[in-house]
C-alpha cells in the first residue's frame, strides 16, 4: 500500500487562491460548477482527468474564512491533483480502495497544515466514462442529489468530515448513471441560504433545492449550476450573503 500521508504547503506559503483550471472534457458527459456572489468562505472546487477513463472531482467546505483558508486550499489541491492522479491512473484499480486512501491523505493534510482539528466536509467523486458509473465518498457533506427517471434521491454522508480525526475514514460506494442523470452537490451556504419572512427568517433547505432541481432542463451542467444558484439567488431576495454558495453539476449525456 502507498503511503498515505503527502507533505503539506506551510501556511505561510500561500498568499493567493490557488488556480483554478477549466473542467476536463468527459464524453458523454458533462461537469462544471460555479458559485454566487462573493466567495467570502471556505468552499473550493476542482476537477481533473486522471486517466483515459476517468474524471475525478471534489467540492469541499473549508470551515472559516477564505483569507484564513488559503494555505488549506493550495495543500489540499496538491494532493488531490497529484496524489489523486497517482492513485486512480491505473486501469485495474479498486476504485473504492482508491478513494479510501485519497481521503485520508486529505484528511491528514488538512491537519497537518491548520496545526490541529479543522472541520472540511467533503464530497469527493470519481466518474468512469466507458461505464458510466461514479465512484464516491461524501465525508459529512450536504447530501448530493442525484436526479434520473425515477426521480431524485439523496446521497448521504458515508463518514466524519476530514480534518477531525487523523484515522477517519468513509465509506465509497459505486452507482451506476443512466443516460440524462444528473448529480447536484451544493455546499452548505446554499442548504442554510435564509431569507427575512416578516419578523422571522426562511431557511432554503434541501427541499427548496429539490424543486428547482426538479424542474430544471437537461441542458448542460454549466446550466444547471446556473439554474439552480439563480433560484437560491431568487429565494434569498436581498438578504445578506454570509456564506459560499457554490454548485457543481455532473450530467450524463449519453
Same mark, same amino acid.
Given at each position: 500500500?502507498?503511503?498515505?500521508?503527502?507533505?503539506?504547503?506551510?501556511? =505561510?506559503?500561500?498568499?493567493?487562491?490557488?488556480?483554478? %483550471?477549466?473542467? /476536463?472534457?468527459?464524453?458523454? %458527459?458533462?461537469?462544471?460548477?460555479?458559485? *454566487?456572489?462573493?466567495? &467570502?468562505?471556505?468552499?473550493?472546487?476542482?476537477?481533473?482527468? &486522471?486517466?483515459?477513463?476517468?474524471?475525478?472531482?471534489?467540492?469541499?467546505?473549508?470551515?472559516?474564512?477564505?483569507?484564513?483558508?488559503?494555505?488549506?486550499?493550495?495543500? %489540499?489541491?496538491?494532493?488531490?491533483?497529484?496524489?489523486?492522479?497517482?492513485?486512480?491512473?491505473?486501469?485495474?484499480? =479498486?476504485?473504492?480502495? $482508491?478513494?479510501?486512501?485519497?481521503? *485520508?491523505?486529505? =484528511?491528514?493534510?488538512?491537519?497537518?497544515?491548520?496545526?490541529?482539528?479543522?472541520?472540511?466536509? %467533503?464530497?469527493?467523486?470519481?466518474?468512469?466514462?466507458?461505464?458510466?458509473?461514479?465512484?464516491?465518498?461524501?465525508?459529512?457533506?450536504?447530501?448530493? @442529489?442525484?436526479?434520473?427517471?425515477?426521480?431524485?434521491?439523496?446521497?448521504?454522508?458515508?463518514?466524519?468530515?476530514?480534518? *477531525?480525526?487523523?484515522?477517519?475514514?468513509?465509506?465509497?460506494?459505486?452507482?451506476?448513471?443512466?443516460?440524462? $442523470?444528473?448529480?447536484?452537490?451544493?455546499?452548505?451556504?446554499?442548504?442554510?441560504?435564509?431569507?427575512? =419572512?416578516?419578523?422571522?427568517?426562511?431557511?432554503?433547505?434541501?427541499?427548496?433545492?429539490?424543486? /428547482?432541481?426538479?424542474?430544471?432542463?437537461?441542458?448542460?451542467?454549466?446550466?444547471?449550476?446556473?439554474?439552480?444558484?439563480?433560484?437560491?439567488?431568487?429565494?434569498?431576495?436581498?438578504?445578506?450573503?454570509?456564506?459560499?454558495?457554490?454548485? @457543481?453539476?455532473? &450530467?450524463?449525456?449519453?
Amino acid at each position: 500500500m502507498r503511503s498515505l500521508f503527502r507533505s503539506s504547503v506551510p501556511t =505561510n506559503a500561500v498568499t493567493v487562491d490557488p488556480v483554478q %483550471a477549466p473542467f /476536463p472534457k468527459i464524453k458523454g %458527459a458533462d461537469i462544471a460548477a460555479d458559485f *454566487l456572489g462573493k466567495r &467570502v468562505a471556505g468552499d473550493f472546487y476542482d476537477s481533473l482527468r &486522471v486517466s483515459p477513463e476517468r474524471v475525478l472531482f471534489g467540492l469541499l467546505d473549508v470551515a472559516g474564512r477564505r483569507e484564513d483558508n488559503l494555505a488549506i486550499f493550495a495543500a %489540499a489541491q496538491e494532493i488531490f491533483r497529484n496524489f489523486g492522479s497517482e492513485l486512480f491512473s491505473r486501469p485495474d484499480i =479498486n476504485e473504492s480502495e $482508491a478513494m479510501t486512501e485519497l481521503s *485520508l491523505s486529505l =484528511n491528514r493534510t488538512l491537519i497537518d497544515t491548520s496545526h490541529g482539528v479543522h472541520p472540511c466536509p %467533503a464530497f469527493i467523486g470519481c466518474y468512469h466514462e466507458k461505464f458510466g458509473t461514479l465512484c464516491y465518498s461524501n465525508a459529512g457533506h450536504t447530501p448530493g @442529489l442525484l436526479r434520473d427517471s425515477r426521480g431524485i434521491v439523496q446521497l448521504g454522508s458515508t463518514g466524519l468530515p476530514l480534518g *477531525l480525526f487523523s484515522h477517519a475514514t468513509a465509506e465509497a460506494p459505486t452507482i451506476g448513471l443512466e443516460k440524462d $442523470a444528473a448529480l447536484l452537490l451544493v455546499s452548505r451556504g446554499v442548504i442554510e441560504c435564509e431569507r427575512l =419572512n416578516g419578523h422571522s427568517t426562511e431557511e432554503f433547505g434541501l427541499k427548496g433545492l429539490n424543486d /428547482p432541481f426538479q424542474a430544471a432542463p437537461v441542458s448542460g451542467a454549466k446550466a444547471l449550476c446556473h439554474f439552480i444558484l439563480s433560484s437560491v439567488g431568487d429565494f434569498r431576495g436581498k438578504s445578506p450573503q454570509c456564506d459560499d454558495q457554490t454548485a @457543481l453539476a455532473l &450530467v450524463r449525456t449519453a
